[in-house]
């Protein structure tokens, strides 16, 4: 722990100075805080997550989650020409269905939020079939590894010659 003693982004007794933080402090002050945000996800019942890799991530941990995601309102206005995919969650996306409810901008009030969210807590009308949604969303991912082959396959297909 003497990386701690010698970090000022890892003293959380206040915020260091500027001046005080040097680059070899930054890597281990974010793996720090994103091993307790891992921590506290994976320790949820459920979760109200933003749209993002933040959702892909929750349900590989297989924590039920209602995504919410605000955006401009002429974001809204443009979804129809420029989004030409039903959902916005990487789950949803991967499935090919809706697998965890999008609560989206003018759909966005907290009501719904609320119902959706104690559909999937313990006892939950949709949690089991959420839990069943993420077992085969890790099939369809493929395990670990899984971005190191998007990766090369993103790579592949722009390597490829187009056959319009």
């Known amino acids: 722990m ?3 003693v010698n970090n000022p982004l890892l003293d959380f007794s206040g915020l260091p100075r500027y001046a ?8 281990p002050a974010l793996d ?10 994976a320790a949820a019942e459920a979760a109200v997550v933003t749209s993002g890799t933040a959702t892909l991530e929750t349900a590989l941990l297989g924590i039920p ?17 420029v989004l030409k995919v039903p959902w916005v969650s ?7 269905r809706e697998a965890v409810a999008e609560v989206i901008q003018s759909d966005l009030d907290t009501t719904r939020a609320e119902r959706e969210l104690r ?14 949604d993420f ?14 082959r998007f990766a090369a396959r993103m790579v592949a297909e722009l390597r490829a010659p187009e056959t319009k």
């Open 90 to 96: 990487l789950v949803n996306l991967n499935l090919g």
């Open 119 to 132: 559909a999937i807590v313990a006892g939950g009308e949709k949690r089991g079939r959420m839990l069943a």
């Open 2 to 4: 003497t990386a701690a």
């Open 65 to 81: 989650e209602v995504v919410v995601y605000r955006t401009l309102w002429f974001q809204v206005r443009l979804r129809p020409y």
């Open 20 to 27: 005080e933080v040097l680059p070899e402090h930054i890597t």
């Open 135 to 148: 077992a085969e969303l890790r099939t369809v991912i493929g395990g670990p590894g899984a971005s190191d």
């Open 32 to 41: 720090v805080l994103l091993e307790a945000s891992h921590n506290a996800v």
